[in-house]
């Protein structure tokens, strides 16, 4: 097979990279559920054509966090309080098949990768809500990616960027500590086993992170993307 041209690799990372900081954007939400996102000032923003900003915005469309209407105006998608239950149901299923694998067998190693990322979340948890939710966000991926499976790491990681995407479409009362702790028991009940316990486990925390949400839109009018996207345009 040929190899791609440069050109296209080239376009192919700045997409990657767009989608990246949007991601990030909208679950620490200074993106919020119904904010414009065209593409001419994604352009100007990140320093990139129409095209790519417009593949950006067809790939994040394809994961559920951008809704991209009929007039080509995309918007951040906004989720109803249905739609954010059946996201959690899929994703307890998900993050259960993920700990199945996983239990018993977290080396020492991953187990210290997992505790750092709780540290971090401690260290949060006097700060803004939308830190809360991406680094939670960022434990599960982790988690996820330990399986070292392809297909499980790709639907687990679009599910939780979908629910971090309900979380940000609703106020709600965010306990930083509980996430903490909850975390930190995930963490010692799949190194230890059994699998069923950590299960177990694993369902009933993210029943209590959907359990905390609440019905709460918040508005967006007279929000300016330039300024809203300024410091996700170098992202560490």
């Given at each position: 097979?040929?190899?791609?041209?440069?050109?296209?690799?080239?376009?192919?990372?700045?997409?990657?990279?767009?989608?990246?900081?949007?991601?990030?954007?909208?679950?620490?939400?200074?993106?919020?559920?119904?904010?414009?996102?065209?593409?001419?000032?994604?352009?100007?923003?990140?320093?990139v054509?129409?095209?790519?900003?417009?593949?950006?915005?067809?790939?994040?469309?394809?994961?559920?966090?951008?809704?991209?209407?009929?007039?080509?105006?995309?918007?951040?998608a906004?989720?109803?309080?249905?739609?954010?239950?059946?996201?959690?149901?899929?994703?307890?299923?998900?993050?259960?098949?993920?700990?199945r694998?996983?239990?018993?067998?977290?080396?020492?190693?991953?187990?210290?990768?997992?505790?750092?990322?709780?540290?971090?979340?401690?260290?949060?948890?006097?700060?803004?809500d939308?830190?809360?939710?991406?680094?939670?966000?960022?434990?599960?991926?982790?988690?996820?990616?330990?399986?070292?499976?392809?297909?499980?790491?790709?639907?687990?990681?679009?599910?939780?960027?979908?629910?971090?995407?309900?979380?940000?479409?609703?106020?709600?009362?965010?306990?930083?500590?509980?996430?903490?702790?909850?975390?930190?028991?995930?963490?010692?009940?799949?190194?230890?086993?059994?699998?069923?316990?950590?299960?177990?486990?694993?369902?009933e925390?993210?029943?209590?992170?959907?359990?905390?949400?609440?019905?709460?839109?918040?508005?967006?009018?007279?929000?300016?993307?330039?300024?809203?996207?300024?410091?996700?345009?170098?992202?560490?």
């Amino acid at each position: 097979m040929p190899e791609k041209s440069p050109s296209l690799k080239a376009g192919t990372s700045k997409v990657s990279f767009i989608c990246t900081a949007l991601r990030r954007a909208i679950i620490e939400r200074a993106l919020l559920p119904g904010d414009r996102l065209p593409e001419d000032a994604l352009g100007e923003r990140f320093g990139v054509s129409r095209t790519i900003a417009r593949n950006a915005l067809a790939q994040l469309a394809a994961e559920g966090l951008v809704e991209q209407r009929r007039n080509r105006i995309a918007v951040v998608a906004l989720p109803s309080l249905e739609e954010a239950r059946d996201i959690f149901d899929i994703r307890i299923m998900l993050e259960k098949l993920v700990v199945r694998h996983l239990a018993g067998h977290l080396t020492q190693a991953q187990a210290h990768q997992l505790q750092q990322l709780v540290e971090e979340e401690h260290a949060a948890r006097h700060g803004a809500d939308g830190t809360a939710i991406r680094l939670a966000t960022e434990f599960h991926v982790q988690l996820a990616e330990m399986t070292g499976k392809p297909a499980l790491i790709r639907y687990v990681t679009e599910i939780c960027y979908r629910a971090g995407l309900s979380l940000s479409a609703f106020s709600r009362p965010h306990s930083s500590d509980c996430a903490v702790s909850e975390h930190t028991a995930l963490i010692d009940a799949i190194r230890t086993g059994p699998a069923e316990k950590a299960e177990a486990l694993m369902e009933e925390h993210l029943e209590a992170v959907a359990t905390r949400a609440l019905i709460n839109p918040q508005g967006s009018a007279g929000r300016d993307l330039m300024t809203i996207l300024a410091p996700y345009c170098t992202i560490p």
